[in-house]
């Protein structure tokens, strides 16, 4: 009978274990994390579209105008005052542009007074960052994959009219197809996909037309009577090894 008993006992213990191991097993499996291909991947393909700054095309992180509308390049800068225009952009960027839906660039020109002649060239000279810099293709106006925006240029026509219902319809986001270049060029050279964006920069071109227009095409930075002066005495002034 002891006999008996201590089978039972024994097949009991061994049915416990048993059951432990397999939900420790199972807690285990909960707590593993299954490995993503990219941050893209897991949020930009999932269901619901993202909550941070979700006015943009798509599921796609964007803002609700393109990264051009809040920015001032420094070409546009070195035209005027850096200390001022420093003080001036802080001011400006307390708000969100995207919230307060007027264009940057556009209170800048209007509250340097910037000629449309320096801000052409200011453009040209924009554009030929992106190239020589960035080796990007300067375009106005993306369509085709989020991160062409980093080669936008202005487009001046739209900035010049001040009318900003018509800036910002211009300068809204995108619905996407890609976020990467890569899957956009696999997919044009795949035949899946027809480029949509259509307003490339012709830098020869750009810069042929601001020469015919204005005369010459670099950024004149016109200096004043003192600098003038200072910079006259440097020219004049003996070198000490001369001195007897």
């Known amino acids: 009978m002891k006999k008996f008993l201590s089978l039972i006992l024994t097949f009991s213990l061994l049915f416990v274990i048993t059951s432990c191991a397999q939900n420790t097993s199972n807690d285990n499996s909960y707590n593993t994390t299954i490995p993503t291909n990219s941050f893209h991947e897991t949020e930009v393909n999932s269901k619901e579209p993202l909550k941070i700054n979700d006015v943009g095309g798509g599921n796609l992180p964007l803002t609700k105008y393109r990264s051009i509308y809040c920015d001032i390049p420094r070409p546009f800068a070195n035209l005027v005052d850096l200390y001022e225009f420093e003080n001036w952009y802080e001011d400006i960027m307390e708000n969100d542009p995207n919230k307060t839906d007027i264009m940057p ?56 009219t001040f009318d900003d219902e018509l800036i910002n319809n211009y300068y809204l986001s995108h619905e996407y197809p890609f976020v990467y270049i890569s899957d956009y060029e696999n997919a044009v050279s795949d035949g ?20 015919e227009k204005y005369g010459e095409a670099e950024i004149v930075i016109e200096t004043t009577p003192a600098e003038e002066a200072s910079t006259a005495a440097e020219d004049t002034a003996i070198p000490e090894e001369t001195i007897a």
Do not use: C, H
């Open 192 to 211: 899946t996909y027809q480029t949509r964006t259509t307003d490339w920069i012709d830098i020869e071109q750009m810069e042929a037309e601001i020469i």
């Open 105 to 160: 660039m556009k209170l800048f020109v209007q509250e340097f007074n910037i000629s449309r002649e320096d801000f052409d060239r200011a453009n040209l000279e924009l554009t030929k960052i992106i190239i020589s810099g960035f080796k990007g293709k300067p375009l106005m106006n993306p369509q085709d994959f989020a991160n062409q925006e980093t080669d936008e240029v202005y487009n001046a026509d739209i900035i010049y």
